[in-house]
């Protein structure tokens, strides 16, 4: 498991990441995805999920739109213009992080 | 796309659904998802072969209920800046008010210069910075809602509180009033919140056992009060108007009456009546000088009382001379006990009054000044009893 410091700032990264790379995604589905590729050594809590991800429509960079699927409302998060933007970036910035880091770390 | 194998019926959705209602979610589409989120784990749970029971309380365990509320918070704060600075403002002027207040209080105690302006400034702190940003951080998430009356008696009760502390750390006029207002807000405020622990289920014993120490506080409080009220001894501040009147009568009556002893020549108390007169004089000059050094006339004393900051260095001048007083008191009382033609009422009348326990020289600058003034009336009704009964008796 990958402790929280570590993954603190790039939860945000890897959101927009799947956002970009799937249509629109549900908080459960993100959850999944993340633990999957991650060979469960990343699982986001709900107190990390949940605020993000309203964080990332207040500040306009997903939008949302709510589907009624087994007798509940289920809200799925797509990014926005601006999301994808936002998201080519973030995703470049933690690539020279982690190239850094990696430097850093032989 | 990931989606769990088994589907919840619709009366196991509302199970969840009525659980997580519980938590008062108000940010809009939060409720939903997280509904979605634990009824997917609960399917992901059966679909590896688990009862619903067994998976439900599994998801419980691993996600307390309890913290959904948080989760709600933590997102109020990321998104909305105003709430963020809410919850500081919360945060800070809380503890700069206690702080403040705690601190004012022990200067005004050990009557240091500072204590006033501190606690004033405590209490506004509390008063205008931190009530109302309770009441806007508790109308923000909602809590208002379920709990209207009860959070808003909570706070007028607490704002009511600090003003009467207020008034009665700065020995304002009118303090009585303000606590007794501040005291009936409380008792509404008890009454209400014992209606809600007994609706209550959770933690029920607790709350009564909180409910309990509050009530015995209060109880303790208004019981001194209302001694307080009934007891004229605790009019501190109001000055007797009958005072003045009191010592001038005496006065006059004791030199009437020596008068009448150095006319006739004939009293074999003679000795007696003169010393009574010179230790008389004695002490009401050394009360008077102490009296006019903490305030030149009565006028002033009233000014003092009504004064927002009052300076220090009246109770300074007191303090050094109050046990020489304190002494001299003594030392007038055996002398009264030891003198000839005591009767009972009098003997009971210097008892009581003519100790240096029954007198306060020590107290804040008003108090001292008006039990000087008790103490020199004392002097002068003793003296003319006395008087009365070495020349009559």
């Known amino acids: ?106 | 796309m990931t989606t769990p194998a088994c589907k919840l019926s619709d009366d196991r959705i509302e199970i969840i659904r009525k659980e997580v209602r519980q938590s008062n979610l108000s940010l809009p589409g939060l409720e939903d998802e997280l509904i979605d989120h634990l009824c997917c784990l609960v399917e992901d749970a059966m679909g590896a072969g688990c009862s619903f029971e067994e998976a439900y309380r599994n998801v419980k365990r691993n996600i307390p209920f309890e913290s959904l509320k948080d989760i709600e918070l933590q997102t109020l704060m990321l998104i909305d800046k105003k709430f963020d600075s809410m919850k500081r403002t919360l945060k800070i002027s809380g503890l700069a008010g206690l702080v403040l207040v705690f601190l004012g209080s022990v200067l005004r105690v050990i009557r240091f210069p500072g204590g006033g302006p501190l606690l004033t400034l405590g209490v506004l702190i509390l008063a205008l910075g931190y009530l109302p940003a309770l009441l806007l951080t508790l109308k923000k998430e909602k809590l208002l809602r379920r709990k209207r009356q009860l959070a808003l008696t909570g706070i007028i009760a607490s704002f009511s509180l600090l003003v009467s502390l207020l008034f009665a750390q700065m020995s304002w006029p009118l303090t009585g009033y303000v606590q007794l207002i501040s005291w009936l807000f409380v008792l509404v405020f008890l009454v209400l919140l014992y209606g809600h622990i007994i609706r209550s289920e959770d933690n029920r014993v607790l709350n009564l056992s909180l409910l309990l120490f509050l009530v015995v506080l209060f109880l303790l409080n208004t019981t001194q009060y209302l001694k307080d009220l009934g007891n004229p001894k605790k009019e501190f501040y109001t000055y007797e108007t009958s005072l003045p009147a009191g010592i001038r009568l005496f006065e006059q009556g004791s030199s009437t009456l020596y008068r009448q002893v150095s006319s006739t020549q004939a009293n074999r108390y003679t000795q007696e009546l003169q010393e009574l007169k010179s230790r008389s004089d004695g002490i009401v000059a050394l009360t008077v000088q102490m009296r006019d050094r903490l305030f030149n006339s009565r006028e002033e004393q009233s000014r003092y009382v009504s004064r927002l900051f009052k300076p220090r260095v009246l109770t300074e001048k007191l303090e050094s001379t109050a046990m020489q007083l304190g002494q001299e008191v003594e030392r007038y009382h055996d002398f009264l006990l030891g003198l000839p033609a005591v009767t009972p009422a009098l003997r009971d009348f210097i008892e009581s009054s003519l100790r240096y326990g029954a007198y306060d020289f020590n107290n804040a600058p008003p108090i001292s000044y008006n039990n000087l003034d008790r103490l020199i009336r004392d002097v002068r009704i003793a003296e003319y009893e006395m008087a009365m009964a070495l020349i009559y008796r």
């Open chain 1, 1 to 106: 498991m990958i402790s929280k410091e570590i993954l603190k700032g790039s939860v945000k990264t890897i959101i927009l990441k799947l956002l970009a790379e799937n249509e629109k995604m549900y908080g459960y589905e993100l959850t999944r995805k993340i633990e999957e590729i991650s060979g469960g050594s990343i699982r986001l809590t709900f107190g990390a999920l949940y605020p993000l991800l309203h964080k990332l429509e207040d500040e306009g960079d997903v939008s949302t739109e709510s589907d009624i699927v087994n007798s509940r409302t289920r809200i799925y998060y797509r990014l926005t213009p601006k999301g994808t933007k936002t998201a080519s970036l973030k995703i470049k910035e933690m690539k020279e992080f982690t190239e850094t880091i990696q430097k850093l770390l032989q």
